[in-house]
């Protein structure tokens, strides 16, 4: 660009910028438009300071407490046995929240978050009046673990949950898994940490309701060095007499034309039905691995 069009151009700019303020200066509007925001740009910020300085103190105002006691919590299934929202309030030593504290929805998660029974937090509610709703997601037990000390209980994904309330007759009434050979790596509420006690978690889920049904003792995990595996058997159900079943793979993990979970469930309700007993059934038709039978 010459000089000669730089200077055209620096002066079209200042023209423009002259015009500007020209019409802003004659314009009762924009003027009033400007000092109407400046006034509330200073009002949002001493509104703000004065917020921050009286909050403490409005937090605890009774209007705006609820007392632990008073958490609304979803409803815990039947089979938690226990207290549940007390023994959280008790371990995390809560008293009265504020629903007007920013830090209560954390406070609250992390809280019922570390209850072994509680599989997630999906949400904390406050609102006025106060009032505080805590929606979680409850562990489903699945299975018993036989150990030498007798039977402990796990869910879907192999995490141990609670022993207590479990009466003999209903650690009973869920499948049991043999065979383990581990203890638990971690507290309740934490994985069990065996690959094989996954596996039969997995199983036992897919079994659970039928189960009474299908009267069988166990779920065996596999074990390459026990002669009761066969080779590449896999998981295998058996009888109180003994009668072995094999399952195969896992549910979800089932390799080559090994048929799936639901299939084997099929076939094995129909061999029940037509047998009356798993006992009865032939050896020769307990391998519920293959997709074409």
């Known amino acids: 660009m010459s000089t000669v069009a730089k200077r055209e151009s620096r002066g079209a700019r200042r023209g423009l910028f002259s015009t500007a303020i020209a019409w802003f200066r004659s314009s009762r509007a924009a003027r009033l ?25 409005v937090e605890k105002l009774p209007e705006y407490l609820v ?3 008073d958490l609304e919590i ?4 039947s089979w938690v046995h226990t207290d549940l929202k007390a023994e959280v309030i008790r371990d995390a030593g809560l008293s009265k929240i504020s629903i007007l504290d920013e830090h209560t929805p954390q406070l609250l998660s992390e809280a019922f978050a570390l209850c072994p029974w509680v599989d997630r937090v999906s949400g904390v509610h406050t609102s006025y009046p106060a009032h505080i709703r805590i929606d979680l997601v409850y562990r489903h037990p699945v299975a018993m673990v036989e150990v030498s000390g007798g039977l402990l209980p796990i869910d879907d994904a192999g995490v141990l949950l609670p022993t207590a309330g479990f009466s003999a007759d209903e650690a009973h009434q869920y499948p049991r898994i043999a065979g383990i050979e ?10 069990w940490g065996d690959p094989a006690v996954e596996q039969g978690a997995k199983l036992a889920a897919v079994l659970q309701d039928a189960w009474p049904m299908l009267r069988f003792h166990h ?21 109180r007499q003994g009668t ?13 034309d090994e048929a799936p979970a639901a ?17 009865a059934v032939p050896a020769k038709q307990r391998d519920l691995r293959q997709a074409n039978r």
């Open 182 to 191: 581990t203890s638990p790596r971690g507290m309740i509420g934490s994985p």
């Open 67 to 69: 007392a632990a006691e």
């Open 74 to 77: 979803t409803t815990p299934p």
């Open 219 to 239: 779920i065996q995990s596999p074990r390459a060095e026990s002669s009761d595996d066969p080779a590449g058997a896999g998981l295998q159900l058996v009888t």
């Open 33 to 57: 438009a400007l000092v109407t925001i400046v006034v509330c740009g200073v009002g949002v910020g001493v509104a703000l300071g004065v917020w921050r300085r009286v909050r403490p103190h």
């Open 244 to 256: 072995l079943f094999v399952w195969g793979d896992p549910p979800g993990e089932e390799s080559g």
């Open 263 to 279: 299939k084997k469930l099929v076939r094995l309700k129909n061999l029940l039905v037509e047998f009356q007993s798993p006992d």
